[in-house]
């Protein structure tokens, strides 16, 4: 059987009814995009990993309980998994970290993507409207060519070879106004001392 050609639910049904190797096409199928969630909100290498390992103990937990009828849904409901152990550390911590080099390295991560989460309650609502509306306003102090890659980038969700493209410029050239927008960008997070969660 050729796991790969196999949406998720698929996937999640062969691995519910005993097929191990299901699983494992699941998790590498989303394993970089939700590494990279949890690693852009926290910032610490070894703080991800823990919540990564955590969050698919949780989904393997879930799983193997029956507990899983998120039908047709399986990426928004693992990222709302790791979002609410994000939210959980944050809550202990009293301080949200938000933007983070990383963002600009994987050509498949977009915070947006994550944002909209179906069945959020309204305090994780909340805290994903306040990061969204900061990022708006400090995005909009950034000088023109940082401003525009970012704005393509989330936004619009291009590639960086796209963007270099519509730019005129080099990859290099659009990867490196990334990353000098978010280096600015986590400069005034930090002199303005921004918080998500008092």
């Known amino acids: ?39 852009m909100m926290v910032k610490n290498e070894a703080l991800t990993e823990d919540i990564f390992q955590d969050a698919f103990i949780k ?27 994000v939210i959980d550390h944050f809550r202990k911590n009293k301080k949200m970290r938000m933007i983070s080099e ?17 069945d959020s309650n309204v305090e994780d ?11 708006e306003t400090l995005v909009a102090t950034l000088p023109e060519s940082q401003r525009k890659v970012v704005e393509m980038r989330i936004y619009k969700g291009m590639s960086f070879k796209d963007i270099a493209e519509e730019e005129d410029v080099s990859i290099n050239t659009a ?7 978010l280096i600015n960008l986590r400069r005034i997070i930090e002199e303005k001392d921004i918080t998500v969660i008092s």
């Open 125 to 135: 609502e909340i805290v994903l409207d306040e990061i969204a509306n900061h990022l």
């Open 102 to 118: 990383s963002s600009s390295k994987n050509e498949d991560f977009n915070i947006f993507d994550i944002l909209p989460l179906s």
């Open 1 to 39: 059987m050729n796991f790969a050609k196999l949406d998720d639910q698929q996937l999640v049904k062969l691995y519910i009814s005993g097929n191990e190797e299901a699983f494992e096409v699941l998790i590498l199928r989303h394993k970089n995009r939700v590494y990279n969630y949890i690693f």
């Open 175 to 181: 990867l490196g106004r990334m990353r000098y927008a």
């Open 59 to 85: 989904i393997i937990k879930t799983l193997k309980g029956g507990r899983y009828n998120e039908e047709g849904k399986f990426l928004p409901w693992v990222m709302r998994i790791c979002h609410n152990l």
